[in-house]
C-alpha cells in the first residue's frame, strides 16, 4: 500500500514539473507572438530551476500532494490560485532583487500564473472526471460526448427521480446520487416554487416547473419517485407539497427536516418516508452549542432511562459533544443493547459504558455513581404512559417518585455538579397518577437547592408529547391504519402539544447548561394540535381518504386523561431566558422534612399496593391534583 501510494506521488510530481515548465515556456511564447528573441530565451531557461524549486515547494507546502484528486472540489480550486500566487509573487520578487527584471517579459510572469492555475487545476479536474464516469463509461470508447453534457450514461433499471427543491439541499442529493453508482435513480428533473429558477439547468439537469406543476411533469417524463428536498419547509408548505404528490400518484420520500439532521449534514442516507412529525413544521432549533459544550466537552455523563425514546436520543446528542465518558444505565437489557449497538458504530471514538440498573434500588445507582463518577446526570427513567399507571399507581409511585429522589440522594452523595430532571406537562394540574408523580418528582428536584448546602445544581425541564416516542398515539393509530381501521380517537376537542425527539433533546440539553438550580424549564411547545386532526393527516399519509377509507370512532376520554394539557401551574411565575424556545419558572418553595414524611407514607402505601390511598396521598402533596373518575 506505502509503494503505491509513493509511486502515485511521484506520478503527480512529474506531471505537475512537466505542466509548470510548459506553464512557463507557453507565457512566453504568447507574450513574442510565438517569436521569443534570442536574450529572453537565454533568461527564460535560466529561471526554470528556480521556478520548478518555487513552485513545487509552495504546492507541496499547500497540501497539493496529500489530497484525493478524484474529489477535487471548489476548495482545491482555491488553494491552487493561493498557491500559485503567492510563488508567482516569490519569483518576481526575487528575480527582480537579483537581476532587475533585465531580459525578462513582465507581461510573461502574469501569464504564466494563470497558466498555471489552468493546467494544475484543469490536470485534477481530469482526473475527477475519470473517476466520475465510471468504469462502465470509461469502457465503453469512454463515452467522452458525456462530457460535454455534463451528464454519465445511464444506470440501469434506475427510477426516474424528480428532486423537488432546487436549493443546496436538492444539489446536494443531486451529487450524492451521481457519485454513488449504487443508488439506483436517474434525476430526471427539479421543480421549484421560486420562478427564477424554473427553466433554468441544474448541473445540467432542467428545472422543469413549479411544485404545483408536479402531476403535468409527471405525465411528461413519466417519472418513478419524488422526493421532497426542503428541510426548512414550514407546515403549511409541507402539507402542500404533500397534496401534490398524492394528486399525482407518484411515490414519494423526504429529507428530515433540519431538527433531525445531525450537524446539518444532507445525505441520501438520511431519505425516509414521509412522516407525521414533517407536518408539525417545527422551527430549527438554534443551539448555544459553546455553552453546552462547556459542562458537557470531556465531561463524564449518565443518563438513566437510556434505552427510552428521549433517553436514547439524548445520548446520541451528547455524543456530538465529545464526553469523556458517557454511562447509559437502563433497566430494560434490549433497549440498553441496541443504543449502546448504534453509538458505538455512529461515535466509535466515544467512550460508552452501559450499566444494566433500576434506579429503584439505591445501591445499583449508588455503585454506578461511584464506579464512574459522572459530573452531570440527565434522569430520563419513568413510568409516562397514563392509563396504566392508573391501574398500578403503586408502580408509578415506586419508580417516578422514590426512584428519582434515590438519583437525586446518590448524586448529592457523589458530588454531582448537575442533575436535570426530564418531566412532563401532565405535571400540571394533574388529573392521573402518573402526572401527580412527576409533579412531586418536580417538587423534590426544586426542594433540593433551597434546603442546606449542596454541591449538586438541580433543575427540572418540562415539555409536552414527543412524535414517535414508545406510547404515544402516532404509533398507535399506524398499527389500526395498518389493520384497515377504525382509528379510535378519544374526544372531538382533545389537545395535545407535540414536538419531535431531537428538538426535544436538544433543548434539554441547552437548559442543562442554563440552569443554576431550582428552576423548571418550560420548553417553546408552539400551538396544540387536535387528536382527531391527527388521525387525519395520518390516514392521508398511508394513502387513504379519512372516514371513507378509514373510518374515525370517537370512544371517549380513558381513565386520567383531559381534554386539553397545560404547560404551567398556579403560583409559578413564568420569565424568558436567553434562549427564544426555553422559559423559565421559579416555582414555590416547599418544606423538604415534610414532603419527605410524606413521601414515606406513600411508600408504604405503596408496598401494601393500596391504589386508593396513594391517589389521597397525592392529594395531600400536589394541591392542584383531581384524580378523574
Given at each position: 500500500m506505502t509503494r503505491y501510494i509513493y509511486k502515485n506521488f511521484l506520478i503527480v510530481l512529474a506531471i505537475d514539473i512537466l505542466l509548470v515548465a510548459f506553464s512557463w515556456y507557453l507565457a512566453n511564447l504568447l507574450r513574442f507572438n510565438f517569436d521569443i528573441p534570442p536574450d529572453s530565451l537565454v533568461a527564460m531557461a535560466r529561471l526554470v530551476p528556480i521556478m520548478l524549486g518555487i513552485k513545487i515547494t509552495?504546492?507541496?507546502?499547500?497540501?497539493?500532494?496529500?489530497?484525493?484528486?478524484?474529489?477535487?472540489?471548489?476548495?482545491?480550486?482555491?488553494?491552487?490560485?493561493?498557491?500559485?500566487?503567492?510563488?508567482?509573487?516569490?519569483?518576481?520578487?526575487?528575480?527582480?532583487?537579483?537581476?532587475?527584471?533585465?531580459?525578462?517579459?513582465?507581461?510573461?510572469?502574469?501569464?504564466?500564473?494563470?497558466?498555471?492555475?489552468?493546467?494544475?487545476?484543469?490536470?485534477?479536474?481530469?482526473?475527477?472526471?475519470?473517476?466520475?464516469?465510471?468504469?462502465?463509461?470509461?469502457?465503453?470508447?469512454?463515452?467522452?460526448?458525456?462530457?460535454?453534457?455534463?451528464?454519465?450514461?445511464?444506470?440501469?433499471?434506475?427510477?426516474?427521480?424528480?428532486?423537488?427543491?432546487?436549493?443546496?439541499?436538492?444539489?446536494?442529493?443531486?451529487?450524492?446520487?451521481?457519485?454513488?453508482?449504487?443508488?439506483?435513480?436517474?434525476?430526471?428533473?427539479?421543480?421549484?416554487?421560486?420562478?427564477?429558477?424554473?427553466?433554468?439547468?441544474?448541473?445540467?439537469?432542467?428545472?422543469?416547473?413549479?411544485?404545483?406543476?408536479?402531476?403535468?411533469?409527471?405525465?411528461?417524463?413519466?417519472?418513478?419517485?419524488?422526493?421532497?428536498?426542503?428541510?426548512?419547509?414550514?407546515?403549511?408548505?409541507?402539507?402542500?407539497?404533500?397534496?401534490?404528490?398524492?394528486?399525482?400518484?407518484?411515490?414519494?420520500?423526504?429529507?428530515?427536516?433540519?431538527?433531525?439532521?445531525?450537524?446539518?449534514?444532507?445525505?441520501?442516507?438520511?431519505?425516509?418516508?414521509?412522516?407525521?412529525?414533517?407536518?408539525?413544521?417545527?422551527?430549527?432549533?438554534?443551539?448555544?452549542?459553546?455553552?453546552?459544550?462547556?459542562?458537557?466537552?470531556?465531561?463524564?455523563?449518565?443518563?438513566?432511562?437510556?434505552?427510552?425514546?428521549?433517553?436514547?436520543?439524548?445520548?446520541?446528542?451528547?455524543?456530538?459533544?465529545?464526553?469523556?465518558?458517557?454511562?447509559?444505565?437502563?433497566?430494560?437489557?434490549?433497549?440498553?443493547?441496541?443504543?449502546?449497538?448504534?453509538?458505538?458504530?455512529?461515535?466509535?471514538?466515544?467512550?460508552?459504558?452501559?450499566?444494566?440498573?433500576?434506579?429503584?434500588?439505591?445501591?445499583?445507582i449508588s455503585r454506578a455513581l461511584s464506579d464512574y463518577q459522572p459530573q452531570v446526570v440527565f434522569h430520563a427513567a419513568a413510568y409516562k404512559h397514563v392509563p396504566m399507571m392508573e391501574l398500578r399507581p403503586w408502580k408509578a409511585v415506586r419508580n417516578n417518585i422514590l426512584g428519582t429522589r434515590h438519583v437525586m440522594h446518590m448524586c448529592m452523595e457523589h458530588g454531582v455538579e448537575r442533575f436535570v430532571l426530564v418531566s412532563t406537562d401532565k405535571a400540571v394540574r394533574p388529573v392521573n397518577v402518573m402526572g401527580a408523580t412527576k409533579r412531586v418528582a418536580e417538587m423534590l428536584v426544586q426542594a433540593q437547592n433551597g434546603c442546606g448546602p449542596t454541591k449538586t445544581k438541580f433543575m427540572t425541564v418540562r415539555f409536552g408529547n414527543v412524535v414517535g416516542s414508545v406510547g404515544s398515539v402516532v404509533p398507535l393509530f399506524k398499527k389500526q391504519i395498518e389493520r384497515g381501521g377504525p382509528v379510535t380517537v378519544t374526544h372531538p376537542e382533545m389537545t395535545r402539544y407535540f414536538m419531535t425527539i431531537p428538538e426535544a433533546c436538544q433543548l434539554i440539553l441547552q437548559a442543562g447548561a442554563m440552569g443554576e438550580g431550582g428552576e423548571i424549564f418550560i420548553l417553546d411547545m408552539g400551538t396544540p394540535v387536535k387528536i382527531v386532526d391527527m388521525a387525519r393527516d395520518l390516514i392521508r399519509l398511508s394513502g387513504f381518504e379519512p372516514g371513507v377509507d378509514i373510518k374515525i370512532e370517537f370512544v371517549g376520554l380513558r381513565p386520567g386523561e383531559k381534554l386539553f394539557e397545560e404547560l404551567i401551574t398556579r403560583g409559578e411565575g413564568i420569565a424568558p431566558t436567553s434562549h427564544g424556545k426555553i422559559m423559565v419558572l421559579r416555582g414555590k418553595t416547599c418544606d423538604e422534612v415534610s414532603l419527605n414524611g410524606a413521601i414515606d407514607e406513600m411508600a408504604k402505601l405503596a408496598y401494601e399496593q393500596d391504589g386508593a390511598a396513594i391517589k389521597s396521598k397525592l392529594q395531600e402533596i400536589v394541591e392542584d391534583y383531581r384524580p378523574s373518575a
Open positions: 509552495t504546492f507541496y507546502m499547500f497540501d497539493f500532494y496529500r489530497g484525493m484528486w478524484r474529489y477535487t472540489s471548489i476548495d482545491d480550486l482555491l488553494r491552487i490560485i493561493k498557491a500559485s500566487g503567492i510563488s508567482s509573487l516569490i519569483i518576481v520578487t526575487l528575480v527582480t532583487f537579483t537581476h532587475g527584471l533585465a531580459g525578462f517579459a513582465r507581461a510573461a510572469f502574469v501569464i504564466d500564473w494563470v497558466l498555471t492555475i489552468f493546467l494544475i487545476a484543469g490536470y485534477r479536474l481530469g482526473i475527477r472526471l475519470y473517476f466520475w464516469l465510471g468504469p462502465r463509461d470509461r469502457l465503453s470508447s469512454f463515452r467522452w460526448l458525456t462530457l460535454f453534457t455534463l451528464k454519465k450514461g445511464q444506470r440501469r433499471d434506475a427510477k426516474k427521480l424528480l428532486i423537488l427543491g432546487a436549493g443546496d439541499c436538492g444539489e446536494k442529493i443531486y451529487r450524492e446520487i451521481q457519485d454513488n453508482e449504487s443508488l439506483r435513480y436517474e434525476v430526471v428533473g427539479f421543480l421549484d416554487d421560486d420562478l427564477t429558477k424554473v427553466g433554468k439547468l441544474l448541473h445540467g439537469v432542467p428545472i422543469l416547473g413549479t411544485t404545483a406543476d408536479l402531476k403535468s411533469v409527471v405525465q411528461r417524463i413519466a417519472a418513478d419517485e419524488a422526493l421532497i428536498a426542503t428541510p426548512s419547509a414550514t407546515a403549511a408548505q409541507m402539507r402542500s407539497l404533500l397534496a401534490h404528490c398524492e394528486e399525482s400518484g407518484l411515490a414519494f420520500k423526504t429529507v428530515p427536516g433540519m431538527g433531525e439532521l445531525i450537524d446539518g449534514r444532507v445525505s441520501v442516507k438520511a431519505i425516509r418516508d414521509v412522516d407525521y412529525r414533517d407536518l408539525l413544521g417545527r422551527e430549527v432549533i438554534r443551539l448555544d452549542e459553546d455553552r453546552i459544550a462547556a459542562y458537557l466537552e470531556k465531561a463524564r455523563v449518565l443518563v438513566t432511562g437510556a434505552g427510552g425514546s428521549i433517553g436514547s436520543e439524548l445520548c446520541r446528542q451528547i455524543c456530538r459533544f465529545d464526553p469523556s465518558c458517557l454511562i447509559l444505565y437502563e433497566r430494560a437489557e434490549s433497549p440498553l443493547y441496541e443504543i449502546d449497538l448504534e453509538l458505538r458504530a455512529d461515535y466509535p471514538d466515544a467512550k460508552v459504558v452501559s450499566v444494566l440498573g433500576d434506579i429503584r434500588d439505591r445501591s445499583q
